[in-house]
């Protein structure tokens, strides 16, 4: 990485939480861990064929700043990223950058249903 990235976008970083359903299965709840700053740069697209004809997948890639390993604000792979109605799933997270300055997460964008 060869300039610092512009975290000019607040992202609530969510965590899942599944309890009884009371009927036998679970529900999955949202916690907010807190906001962290962060840089959106899109990354590779693709086209895939799904039951209803063609639909696009892009990643992204979420730039923030590292935390150590364990701590609640370095995003995991279970967790979301929420901007407004916007909901980007994590799918990977490793460092950016050789001095582990910062943390850059794949993400995919969640439609609504």
């Known amino acids: 990485m ?10 609530v970083l969510q965590t ?26 899109a990354g590779a697209g693709r086209e895939r064929f799904a039951s209803l004809g ?13 935390a150590p390993q364990g701590s609640d604000r370095r ?4 967790q979301r990223f929420i901007e407004g109605a916007r909901i980007f799933r994590i ?3 490793a460092e950016a950058d050789v001095q582990g ?11 609504p249903a």
Not at 2 to 11: D, E, F, N, V
Not at 75 to 78: A, E, I, K, L, S
Not at 101 to 111: D, K, N
């Open 75 to 78: 995003p995991r792979p279970d």
């Open 91 to 93: 799918l990977a997270v």
């Open 2 to 11: 060869s300039a610092a990235p512009h975290l000019s976008r607040a992202l």
């Open 54 to 66: 063609p639909s696009g997948d892009v990643r992204l890639r979420i730039l923030v700043r590292a």
């Open 101 to 111: 300055r910062y943390l850059v997460c794949t993400a995919q964008e969640e439609m």
């Open 16 to 41: 899942p939480v599944i309890t009884p359903d009371g009927a036998g299965g679970f529900v999955t709840q949202w916690q907010a861990l807190g906001t962290l700053w962060a840089e959106i740069r």
